[in-house]
């Protein structure tokens, strides 16, 4: 049983570790771009494709 709960703890401390460190580099990003707003992959997804560059149709 003590071996099931030591699993438990380091599979939420892993989890917490991994939240946290997203959280801070998305705040460094932030800070960098000096806008706290998502990127422009977000605003911009799900528009029309852009055409394809000469030379590469199918």
Do not use: C, Y
């Not at 932030?30 to 806008?35: C, E, I, P, S, T």
């Amino acid at each position: 049983m003590d071996n099931e709960v030591l699993i438990l703890v380091l599979a939420l401390a892993t989890f917490a570790l991994v939240v946290g460190v997203a959280l801070w580099q998305r705040a460094r990003v932030a800070k960098l771009k000096k806008d706290p707003e998502r990127s422009a992959f977000v605003d911009n997804h799900g528009t029309a494709p852009r055409p394809n560059r000469p030379g590469t149709e199918h």
